[in-house]
């Protein structure tokens, strides 16, 4: 028998239901339920309330039975749905967490939903588990045990901090043209040619590429990037050995930084990044020379983020090379466009990152000299 039910609210309920909608963040479910109560209330047929609001009839109809038989709050919470039970309690489900946390089976790089799955009917008096049983208590968990992430894990002790301290204080100094800050790296980058010729966008279409490619060598990029100015330059070398290394510093203070009475060069932990690099590249006086000339101030080991050019070369590899460039001409003159275009833009790398700032981010890493012996 279809029973109907008629809403009367209460000019208080109406208020209540008209506040709920007016703001604030609630269930879409929820909402739509206070305006078919109103809409009730108003003397709206139930068809034309289904059709205005989007929702089916027997919706309407059970939100009015609820609100007869109940009152104002049955009628806009959940209803509690049909179902079957959780196939793991408590305690299993913690069982399933520390698994997928250990190391997998022998014989395997990883745990699977399938070996989770079976691992638990193992553990457990379960008969059998459903890999989107297991999927769903994992995903609760925010638990991807077949994921992982490469990382540097680095070791932090008084060296650690002395040094990254060193690099935030040079980048905190105001700008002093006699003495400039230069951020020092390298990236080497392959050498992409096509193996067909790609076909051009048009209106409707997009670019197409053949997935072939031919692979012709690979070219390092020494990168040079001024902490305090607009300037960075890119050199392209075929390799990246302690002369290729020993040049640079020497162009860096004899083409580019000519009237600087000392050049402080940020740069990482590289065997060729080291002082006898000039001594092996050139005559003791030529390398004592350009020495004289350079301060370097190394970043922490597994810390490479403190490096500023690193910033830049990712910009690079955006802005400049992310796509197939086969020849290393091309690959010399594209590099040579976008260095000219950041420069004469004004571009510059804003680093927010200060010692001061690194002392309460990471005040548990700094040591404790009162545990010091």
Known sequence: MNVRYRVDLSQAERDQLSALLSGGTHASRKLKRAQILLAADAGVSDNDIAASIAVGGSTVYRTKRRFVEGDLEAALSEEQRRGAARKLTGKEEALLVATACSNPPEGRARWTLELLAGAMVRLTEHEELSRETVRRRLAENHLKPWRKDMWCIPQIDGTYVARMEDVLDLY??????????????????????????????????????????????????????????????????????????????????????????????????????????????????????????????????????????????????????DRRIGARDCLVSEIAAWEQQRNAAGSRITWMFTTERARTKMARAYPDPAKVS
């Open 172 to 321: 905190a100094e105001p700008p002093d043209p006699k003495r400039p800050v230069v951020c020092f790296d390298e990236s080497p980058t392959q050498l992409i040619g096509e193996a067909r010729q790609p076909i051009p966008a048009a209106p409707g279409q997009l670019e197409r590429y053949d997935y072939e490619y031919r692979r012709n060598g690979t070219v390092n990029l020494f990168v040079f990037l001024d902490a305090h100015r607009p300037w960075r330059r890119v050199k392209v070398t075929d390799q990246r050995t302690a002369r290729d290394c020993a040049e640079c510093m020497r162009e860096l203070v004899d083409l580019h930084y000519p009237q600087a009475q000392q050049v402080r060069v940020v740069l990482d932990n590289l065997s060729t990044h080291s002082a006898g690099a000039l001594y092996e590249a050139f005559p003791a006086p030529e390398a004592h020379r350009v020495l004289r000339r350079l301060e370097f101030h190394y970043t922490p080991k597994h810390a490479s983020w403190l490096n500023m050019v690193e910033i830049e070369i990712g910009v690079l590899r955006g802005q400049c090379l």
